[in-house]
């Protein structure tokens, strides 16, 4: 796979990562307010629901490992996979850095 198309596929999962996360947390988040009582009810609910974040939760840490890890690498705009990550989720945090390390090799 060539460089631009996996700059493209990045970007593409990156969107993909922002949204669909979205779509389901926004609504919640209108309807609810930001009561951390109720989503951390809701999380622990039942063992389904508490595997899921709990496997975000641990692939959000190895997103942020990763990133603050790869000091040898020039990836302009790192804090802003960071930032991804904790406000969005590993599913954005994770292309956007891929993506932003894919645009650092094209400028060397």
């Known amino acids: 796979m060539?460089?631009?198309?996996?700059?493209?596929g990045y970007l593409a999962l990156?969107?993909?990562?922002l949204i669909l996360p979205l779509t389901q947390f926004a609504p919640w988040l209108l309807e609810?307010?930001?009561d951390l009582g109720l989503l951390w009810q809701e999380?622990?609910?039942s063992?389904?629901?508490a595997f899921a974040w709990a496997d975000v939760?641990?692939?959000a840490l190895s997103v942020l490992f990763l990133v603050s890890a790869e000091t040898h690498r020039t990836v302009s705009h790192r804090w802003l996979a960071?930032?991804?990550t904790l406000l969005v989720g590993p599913s954005f945090g994770l292309p956007l850095y891929l993506w932003l390390r894919e645009l650092g090799k094209r400028e060397l």
């Open 2 to 8: 060539n460089t631009e198309d996996k700059t493209r």
């Open 14 to 17: 990156a969107a993909l990562g």
């Open 32 to 34: 609810r307010g930001l």
């Open 43 to 45: 999380i622990v609910q």
């Open 47 to 49: 063992r389904i629901s």
């Open 57 to 59: 939760a641990v692939t």
């Open 82 to 84: 960071v930032l991804g």
